[in-house]
């Protein structure tokens, strides 16, 4: 399985993840529209996924492990 976490202390709620993968992020409750992670444990299979939609963020805010 792989975790995926945002580092909030960079987003910026550009919500580039939120358009790439929404079954993976969504809006957050902030004012600031940063994003958060509705599953963080996501199955292998969609490790591509996952690293394309961290290499769309623009602060490089998305981590997977
Ligand atoms: S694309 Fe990056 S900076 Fe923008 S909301 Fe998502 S994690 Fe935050």
């Given amino acids: 399985m792989a ?3 945002i580092d909030y202390r960079i ?3 550009h919500q580039m ?3 790439g993968l929404p ?3 969504a809006v957050g409750p902030d004012d600031e ?3 958060m992670v ?4 996501q199955p292998d299979e969609r490790l591509a996924a996952l ?3 961290a290499a769309s ?3 490089n805010a998305i981590r997977i492990e």
């Fill in 17 to 19: 993840c939120v358009l």
């Fill in 51 to 53: 690293r394309d939609a």
């Fill in 3 to 5: 975790k995926v976490s």
């Fill in 57 to 59: 963020c623009p602060e």
């Fill in 33 to 35: 529209g940063r994003a």
């Fill in 38 to 41: 509705i599953l963080g444990r």
């Fill in 23 to 25: 079954d993976v992020f």
């Fill in 11 to 13: 987003c910026r709620g």
